[in-house]
């Protein structure tokens, strides 16, 4: 994707783009993180801006690991940026609607002044090297870590950042602009009223170009909530919404994100966890709220990690059940996002099962 924009591959696309000025961002070092407030976690994103930094719109969206394009397409782009272009042929009558596409203040201005990052060999202006890069995701982990640190809340948010409609069970067309593809049945979505072919013009008030500004209106909206949607449905307008009820950032999996590596060596000093089979689930007697969670190994690094405690306490093959008897946690997401939310110096009680017999052990959170 990144080649054939830059090197505007497509003619249809490379007209498109003679309309704006296309400036192309490669290093994290000094980027205004005021500004530059998107899933940093991505491998490629799009802003359209006015020259006074009013943000039009987002484009790029990833929901998982394996598949990096699922979300995006040259398509959905072209139809971005012609959105894009109305919206500023409108300018400045229309600058209001675009209040809510700029984020709150930062914690700290630039991804160099994070606490967290500050001293790590890459933490410097770019040298032309992979290694020599301040890379976007190192924004997302560096906040985290630092909040971590400071003692400071880590929110759902921070831990859930940017989750899919689709968690909610609605599914867009990465090929439109932000087009209904699918409604689950009996999920938020059908219940707001969303059809498939409806596309949405508005969400949460704003203006909507892309997935990811569904993306956006979902990552900022408080909780419980219900955002309200204008769409076009049938060549004519109407109106349906989304309630998102408290808690509901949890049901989005960011075991596909960098930041979970950090996670799991940080917090208990494991390789991933493999999750058990439906079948080893009944031979081992695992009930369906119990996390299912088998340990596979250790860093091969393990010597030098900041959790050392996690090697002489987990054995290889353990089964994981619970932590702090909480019920109901989901896989790595559900443990890792619990244990990343516990402050610093707190013990964290596990249940496990070693060669088929419960045991509990206890940890102290790094």
């Given at each position: 994707m990144d080649r054939?924009?830059?090197?505007?591959?497509d003619a249809e696309l490379a007209q498109l783009m003679e309309k704006f000025v296309t400036v192309r961002i490669v290093q994290g070092w000094g980027m205004d993180l005021?500004?530059?407030?998107?899933?940093?976690?991505?491998?490629?994103?799009?802003?359209?801006m006015n020259a006074d930094k009013t943000i039009y719109g987002r484009y790029g969206s990833r929901s998982e690991r394996k598949n990096t394009t699922n979300a995006i397409s040259m398509e959905g782009l072209k139809k971005a940026?012609?959105?894009?272009l109305k919206f500023h042929a409108g300018y400045p009558g229309n600058k209001a609607d675009f209040a809510g596409k700029k984020g709150p203040a930062p914690t700290w201005p630039t991804p160099e002044e994070i606490p967290d990052l500050k001293g790590r060999p890459n933490i410097k202006q770019a040298d032309g090297t992979r290694g020599g890069c301040i890379h976007c995701h190192q924004a997302h982990d560096g906040e985290l870590m630092s909040l971590r640190a400071m003692n400071k809340p880590v929110t759902d948010k921070l831990v859930w950042p940017y989750p899919m409609p689709s968690r909610l069970g609605l599914t867009l067309d990465p090929k439109e602009r932000a087009t209904v593809k699918s409604v689950d049945p009996d999920s938020p979505a059908e219940k707001g009223g969303f059809k498939v072919g409806d596309s949405i013009t508005k969400f949460g008030g704003q203006p909507i170009l892309s997935i990811a500004d569904v993306q956006w209106v979902m990552h900022n909206a408080s909780e419980p909530a219900k955002v309200e949607a204008e769409v076009e449905r049938d060549g004519k307008p109407a109106k349906a919404s989304l309630a998102l009820e408290a808690g509901w950032r949890k049901k989005d999996d960011f075991t596909w994100r960098v930041i979970v590596w950090s996670m799991r060596h940080r917090?208990?000093?494991?390789?991933?966890?493999?999750v058990l089979s439906d079948d080893d689930r009944q031979k081992l007697g695992v009930k369906a709220d119990q996390l299912g969670l088998r340990v596979k190994g250790f860093p091969p690094d393990f010597v030098k990690d900041k959790n050392k405690e996690a090697a002489q306490k987990f054995q290889?093959?353990?089964?994981?059940?619970?932590?702090?008897?909480?019920?109901?946690?989901v896989g790595e997401?559900?443990?890792?996002?619990?244990?990343?939310?516990k402050k610093p110096g707190e013990n964290a009680e596990f249940t496990l099962l070693r060669g088929g017999k419960p045991q509990k052990i206890q940890l102290t959170v790094p």
């Amino acid at each position: 994707m990144d080649r054939q924009v830059a090197g505007r591959e497509d003619a249809e696309l490379a007209q498109l783009m003679e309309k704006f000025v296309t400036v192309r961002i490669v290093q994290g070092w000094g980027m205004d993180l005021s500004i530059f407030q998107f899933d940093h976690e991505l491998t490629w994103a799009v802003f359209f801006m006015n020259a006074d930094k009013t943000i039009y719109g987002r484009y790029g969206s990833r929901s998982e690991r394996k598949n990096t394009t699922n979300a995006i397409s040259m398509e959905g782009l072209k139809k971005a940026l012609e959105a894009a272009l109305k919206f500023h042929a409108g300018y400045p009558g229309n600058k209001a609607d675009f209040a809510g596409k700029k984020g709150p203040a930062p914690t700290w201005p630039t991804p160099e002044e994070i606490p967290d990052l500050k001293g790590r060999p890459n933490i410097k202006q770019a040298d032309g090297t992979r290694g020599g890069c301040i890379h976007c995701h190192q924004a997302h982990d560096g906040e985290l870590m630092s909040l971590r640190a400071m003692n400071k809340p880590v929110t759902d948010k921070l831990v859930w950042p940017y989750p899919m409609p689709s968690r909610l069970g609605l599914t867009l067309d990465p090929k439109e602009r932000a087009t209904v593809k699918s409604v689950d049945p009996d999920s938020p979505a059908e219940k707001g009223g969303f059809k498939v072919g409806d596309s949405i013009t508005k969400f949460g008030g704003q203006p909507i170009l892309s997935i990811a500004d569904v993306q956006w209106v979902m990552h900022n909206a408080s909780e419980p909530a219900k955002v309200e949607a204008e769409v076009e449905r049938d060549g004519k307008p109407a109106k349906a919404s989304l309630a998102l009820e408290a808690g509901w950032r949890k049901k989005d999996d960011f075991t596909w994100r960098v930041i979970v590596w950090s996670m799991r060596h940080r917090m208990i000093g494991l390789q991933p966890l493999e999750v058990l089979s439906d079948d080893d689930r009944q031979k081992l007697g695992v009930k369906a709220d119990q996390l299912g969670l088998r340990v596979k190994g250790f860093p091969p690094d393990f010597v030098k990690d900041k959790n050392k405690e996690a090697a002489q306490k987990f054995q290889k093959d353990d089964v994981l059940l619970d932590v702090d008897g909480k019920k109901g946690l989901v896989g790595e997401n559900g443990l890792l996002g619990y244990l990343v939310q516990k402050k610093p110096g707190e013990n964290a009680e596990f249940t496990l099962l070693r060669g088929g017999k419960p045991q509990k052990i206890q940890l102290t959170v790094p």
